[in-house]
């Protein structure tokens, strides 16, 4: 007996709104799929927080401060 493989249900693509394809779900196409990888590595997908400041980092080594 053949094994059954059950299929992601279609749904809209999350960049341009075409029904997505099982190659690249949840997207439609390479174009949608490069699209978000490049948001992802260029930060355009970031939850904002505090402001970090500049001297909240831990001195490196020979840069302590000797009183």
């Known amino acids: 007996m053949a094994e ?8 809209p693509c999350p ?3 075409k029904p997505s ?4 779900h949840p997207f439609c196409s390479a174009r ?3 699209i978000d990888l490049n948001r992802w590595l260029s930060g355009g997908y ?3 927080g505090e402001a970090v400041e500049e001297d909240d980092h831990p001195p490196e080594r020979g ?5």
Do not use: W
Request: glycine fraction near 4%; charge should be negative; proline fraction near 8%.
């Open 4 to 11: 059954v493989i059950r299929l992601k249900p279609t749904r």
């Open 15 to 17: 960049i341009c709104g």
């Open 21 to 24: 394809t099982q190659a690249f």
């Open 32 to 34: 949608c799929q490069d």
């Open 46 to 48: 970031v939850i904002p």
């Open 63 to 67: 840069e302590e401060d000797e009183d």
